[in-house]
């Protein structure tokens, strides 16, 4: 795993949507995991920005989405789908057949955790995975306590994740439950950028990068990634030592 600390939030998010790029046009049936949420929106918006001025072509990827809230339809605004419709899927006119996203109203989730897992596995795995990190330490929804060996899976959310995570909704919004790709996706995929900003992400990139491997704080298993970026600004890595 390396440590990439960049000036600020926007020159982050235009290296690792220069990422996304570079690895489309070498390899055009890319598959592509991104997260939704704060940190990678902007991120989400100059990939579609540079895809479109660039002309890169889009049509053979694969497009995998991270996680969802159970019971969240995806015309509300604070769920995923949205996020991934609003920000990538329309500016860029990728079709149906390349997105595959959890549906998180299904009365079979464990159906849609293994529909997914063979997706992936159909594809030979993830080439790219961009990734945000949770106050608790979670990457997607593999909160704290998850076994590092998980594919797709449902998951109770803790504690922090349904209070951080009313941040998204408009109105008060009734979560308890994700579904998300597993740590086990993480650790296979080909490359794995988890990227941060601000201050107050400041002490869990420390935790993801000083701390013992642990599953109490997940997203310590990137320093076991042989190919494993954590991308963030200078404030994020206020807390870092100086030797990472
Ligand atoms: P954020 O979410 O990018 O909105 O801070 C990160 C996460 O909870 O995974």
């Known amino acids: 795993m390396e440590v990439k600390i960049y000036q600020d939030y926007h020159a982050l998010s235009e290296a690792a949507a220069s990422e996304i790029i570079d690895l489309v046009k070498n390899k055009p049936g890319a598959v592509i995991c991104l997260a939704s949420g704060h940190t990678p929106r902007l991120t989400c918006k100059l990939f579609a920005e540079k895809a479109l001025q660039q002309k890169t072509d889009l049509s053979r990827i694969t497009f995998i989405g991270l996680d969802e809230w159970v019971g969240v339809p995806p015309d509300n605004e604070g769920s995923c789908h949205y996020f991934f419709q609003h920000e990538v899927f329309q500016p860029l006119h990728l079709s149906a057949s390349q997105i595959n996203l959890f549906n998180a109203l299904s009365i079979n989730l464990e159906q849609e955790c ?10 030979e795995g993830i080439d790219l995975m961009i990734v945000g990190i949770g106050m608790n330490g979670h990457i997607g929804f593999n ?31 009734s979560l ?8 086990k996706h993480l650790q296979e995929s080909k490359k794995v950028i988890l990227i941060a900003n601000g201050t107050k992400k400041a002490g869990v990139i420390k935790k993801t990068v ?30 870092l030592n100086r030797n990472n």
Do not use: C, R, W
């Not at 449902?154 to 504690?159: A, E, F, G």
């Not at 308890?176 to 740590?183: A, P, Q, R, S």
């Open 176 to 183: 308890g439950k994700g579904i998300t790709l597993g740590l």
């Open 210 to 239: 000083e701390e013992k491997v642990n599953n109490s704080f997940p997203a310590s298993i990137m320093q076991k990634h042989s190919n494993g970026f954590v991308m963030i600004d200078q404030e994020a890595a206020g807390l």
């Open 114 to 123: 293994q529909e997914m897992d063979k997706v992936i596995a159909d594809k």
């Open 143 to 173: 909160e704290p306590g998850v076994s590092f060996d998980s594919y797709s899976h449902v998951i109770k959310l803790d504690d922090t994740t349904l209070t951080v995570g009313q941040k998204y909704f408009k109105t008060a919004t």
